[in-house]
């Protein structure tokens, strides 16, 4: 999703930010997750570039790191309005990779 913004490389990992979540599976919690990161990106005019993530059933627990946008260097492409339901996917590989996929409102 930040790539759709803006290149991932030049946002800093300068400040961070906990995001919890929890819905009742995971395209909800995908869900979930996309859109308090769009919530903090807007309150806070902020971008993200690094992430720990950690899911426990159906509790996501994250750190977000970013800082606030400027835009001569960060020149956002578009502004994410929000995670949909659209094409909502969320499984795993034969593999055992996982892969989670939504459309979102620019």
Same mark, same amino acid.
Not at 12 to 25: G, K, N, R, S, Y
């Given at each position: 999703m930040i790539g759709a913004i803006?290149?991932?490389? $030049?946002v800093?990992?300068?400040?961070?930010?906990?995001?919890?979540?929890?819905?009742?599976?995971n395209e909800l919690l995908l869900v979930d997750w996309l859109n308090a990161l769009v919530y903090e990106m807007a $309150?806070?005019?902020?971008?993200?570039?690094?992430?720990?993530?950690?899911i426990d059933g159906m509790k996501?627990?994250?750190t977000a790191w970013g800082e606030a946008v400027d835009t001569e260097r960060?020149?956002?492409a578009v502004?994410?309005?929000?995670?949909?339901?659209t094409h909502l996917r969320v499984h795993q590989r034969p593999d055992g990779?996982?892969?989670?996929?939504?459309?979102?409102?620019v």
């Open positions: 803006t290149d991932p490389e $030049t800093a990992p300068l400040q961070q930010v906990t995001i919890d979540c929890e819905a009742p599976d $309150t806070k005019h902020m971008l993200f570039s690094k992430f720990d993530v950690s996501l627990h994250a960060h020149s956002p502004e994410v309005k929000g995670a949909t339901h990779d996982w892969v989670a996929e939504c459309i979102v409102d």
